[in-house]
């Protein structure tokens, strides 16, 4: 394994990562609003990889086929766009959280609902614009 092979395999880590780094904050404000666990996330992700992954059931546009070349790192154009969408929807997240009217009520209820509750967040309030839960 040479050092192209190295350096290929660190930017598709770094990529890969970058996508379950946002499921994984998708997941986690749920369940701290919530108190429920949301799979949707998962089904969400399974749907990705079979409409772009790399088996019998993909489509294959000249888009998914194109690739970046730095030297001996070759990229493909597709993930460089699905990471700079993770990266505008954590950014995204990030602003929304911290500073919105609704990121304040809602990162009380993330950290210790009981403590929002005091004051003064109510979580029958923001679950109307969260995940319903299932009786």
Do not use: C
Not at 35 to 52: E, I
Not at 78 to 84: C, Q, V
């Amino acid at each position: 394994m040479g050092l192209d092979d190295l350096l290929n395999l660190f930017v598709a880590a770094i990529l890969l990562a970058d996508i379950y780094t946002t499921m994984s904050i998708g997941m986690t404000v749920i369940y701290g609003v919530m108190k429920m666990v949301n799979l949707a996330h998962t089904g969400f992700m399974k749907v990705g990889y079979a409409v772009w992954g790399a088996d019998e059931r993909s489509i294959f546009t000249p888009l998914i086929m194109a690739t970046f070349r730095f030297g001996g790192i070759v990229v493909p154009v597709i993930r460089l766009i699905m990471f700079g969408i993770a990266l505008l929807s954590l950014v995204a997240l990030h602003l929304l959280l911290q500073h919105t009217w609704f990121g304040r009520s809602v990162r009380p209820l993330t950290q210790n609902r009981e403590s929002g509750q005091l004051a003064g967040v109510t979580p029958a309030a923001r679950a109307e614009f969260e995940v319903p839960q299932q009786a």
